[in-house]
Nanobody, 128 residues
Framework: QLQLVESGGGLVQPGGSLRLSCAAS????????IGWFRQAPPGKERAGVS?????????TYAESVKGRFTISRDNAKNTVYLQMNSLKPEDTAIYYC????????????????????WGQGTQVTVSS
């Protein structure tokens, strides 16, 4: 059974940092592009945060997180990470990772409709 599990969310003060993890089970991530999305408030459309391609790991970021967030992947651990620094209250959301099988050298996109497999989400709250 293909499964993605996010972890690492929590409560942090403005200016703080968190690292989210997205661990895969039931399949190997190395043939998949991985995206991070967030949703706030619940029920609102999910917004793309960052994504990373398979293989060479080309990254894409939403303008709102550029320079603050870093996505990376460790195929040996079958895990993708999202390092979030200089967090702001407006970063508060449920964060989801998602995967889609992709072609070699294809770029990734921040459109949630392009992704097939989703995790259950992890809550990130930025508040003093």
């Amino acid at each position: 059974q293909l499964q993605l599990v996010e972890s690492g969310g929590g409560l942090v003060q403005p200016g703080g940092s968190l690292r989210l993890s997205c661990a895969a089970s039931g399949f190997t991530l190395d043939g998949y592009a991985i995206g991070w999305f967030r949703q706030a408030p619940p029920g609102k459309e999910r917004a793309g945060v960052s994504c990373i391609t398979r293989d060479v790991g080309i990254t894409t970021y939403a303008e709102s997180v550029k320079g603050r967030f870093t996505i990376s992947r460790d195929n040996a651990k079958n895990t993708v990470y999202l390092q979030m620094n200089s967090l702001k209250p407006e970063d508060t959301a449920i964060y989801y990772c998602a995967a889609v099988r992709s072609q070699l050298f294809s770029l990734c996109v921040l459109d949630p409709l392009e992704y097939k497999y989703w995790g259950q989400g992890t809550q990130v709250t930025v508040s003093s």
